[in-house]
């Protein structure tokens, strides 16, 4: 699949490649789209190593935190209730220095403050989920004030108040995919079909990753235990400090040029990494065939999310990755996605070390001589997002942030996108058996 923000150009050689890149640029065509200090080389940190949310020390809780909740049950403009109750978990812990004041077990209820349906293909149908009390196991209901800020991964948009904004009909690529796709003749009729109509109303399932920022205080009264240790083990550092003394720093295309920098490492077997990745949530992409391509161009089409298209081929150490893994949401625009390689290099108790470059999809990229997904410019957000995700599934022993000799800290894509990063990698390591 030639469509990769790390690789570059997309060269449609058959006619459903050929559909896949006009739709993009009607996508482009409905949408407008859109540093840190370098790590010191040669340390293993235990700093900062955590991917929970962290706040400074005691147990009050700022306006302004940000909080990462996932849905418990669906939501919709279509069908659910105005003032229905709503319920949600955390899935990044917060600490203090004194220890993790919201654990992962934590729930937060609420209720649909406001559910507009769209009524006229000029009308945007809107939502917002009001949360207002947060229970942590084993103490009292808290009362909290705070509102949505992003949903993950979606099309629709989150206005100041909190309120999710959803999509006119006019700016979906289905509803002028025949004037672009005009030349594609029967191909182009025959997507169309099968997408069928624009769906605009905000249909949010279980599982869905939102973002909700305190707008008051909190004040809690307890720590506890991390859900994952925060030192990795004394011959798991060594391993990793050996490997990054001479390990590449960015992984690369077939021919040589830079691609993703290399920003997780993970320790585990394959087996271990595919069940982790699956608890969370993550899909592993479709190879590229006529049949994966057909439905990644139909899931342009629609501006629905295809969590299997298949990515590029990037390489490293002379081999093409052996592991990739993917998670999509409602929109074919925004992805989380990484690759991962077997590094030269096993812990002293012979567990494997996995090499990875984690980049996050954030909308679609057109400018001349290049059509591509446009990427997260803060690297660092994405790898901490994925270390995040596998914590809260459960597969997670010890995970710390690790630096190298020279580290990186700013770059661009193979298309010319900006990135920076502070220069650390996380260190993943998983559960034995898991």
Not at 23 to 28: F, N, P, T
Not at 340 to 356: C, Q
């Amino acid at each position: 699949m030639p469509f990769d923000a790390s690789t570059g150009l997309l060269h449609p050689s058959r006619k459903l490649e050929a559909l896949l890149a006009a739709v993009l640029w009607c996508v482009a065509a409905g949408k407008e789209f859109a540093g840190k200090q370098p790590a010191q080389p040669g340390i293993v940190h235990a700093a900062a190593s955590s991917s929970a949310a962290t706040v400074p020390a005691g147990a009050t809780l700022a306006a302004g935190t940000l909080l990462f909740i996932r849905l418990d049950a669906a939501v919709s403009t279509g069908t659910s209730h105005f003032h229905a109750p709503i319920t949600a978990h955390v899935v990044r812990e917060v600490a203090s220095a004194d220890g993790v004041v919201i654990p992962l077990a934590t729930t937060l209820s609420g209720n649909i403050s406001k559910l507009i349906p769209s009524s006229s293909p000029t009308d945007r149908a809107r939502l917002q989920l009001r949360f207002d009390q947060l229970q942590i196991p084993g103490q009292p209901a808290i009362a909290i004030t705070g509102h949505v800020t992003e949903i993950e991964n979606a099309k629709e948009t989150v206005l100041e108040d909190g309120t999710v904004q959803g999509v006119l009909a006019s700016e979906l690529p289905v509803s002028f995919i025949d004037s672009a796709l005009g030349k594609l003749g029967n191909l182009g009729e025959d997507a169309q079909k099968k997408v069928g109509s624009p769906k605009t109303s905000i249909d949010f399932p279980a599982g869905t990753d939102i973002h909700l920022v305190l707008d008051k205080p909190l004040v809690l009264s307890q720590t506890f235990p991390p859900a994952a240790a925060g030192v990795l083990p004394p011959d798991v550092q060594k391993a990793i400090s050996r490997l990054l003394a001479n390990a590449p720093q960015r992984c690369s295309g077939k021919t040589g040029k830079p691609g993703d920098p290399l920003n997780l490492i993970f320790v585990g077997s394959q087996a271990e990494i595919l069940h982790a990745f699956a608890q969370a949530g993550w899909a592993i992409p479709a190879q590229s065939s006529e049949s994966s391509i057909s439905m990644t161009a139909r899931a342009a089409i629609g501006d629905v999310g295809y969590g299997q298209t298949p990515i590029s081929d990037l390489y490293l150490y002379g081999k093409k990755e052996q592991m990739a893994f993917e998670k999509m949401f409602n929109t074919f625009a925004k992805r989380h996605h990484l690759r991962l390689w077997l590094a030269p290099v096993k812990t002293a108790g012979g567990r494997d070390i996995w090499l990875s470059s984690s980049t996050h999809d954030i909308g679609i990229d057109i400018h001349p001589g290049v059509v591509s997904h446009a990427t997260e410019s803060d690297i660092d957000l994405e790898r901490d997002k994925v270390g995040a995700d596998l914590i809260a599934a459960g597969d997670v022993a010890a995970e710390q942030l690790v630096t190298r000799p020279n580290p990186l800290s700013q770059g661009t894509t193979a298309t010319g996108g900006a990135w920076h990063t502070d220069g650390f990698l996380r260190a993943v390591v998983l559960k034995h058996g898991s």
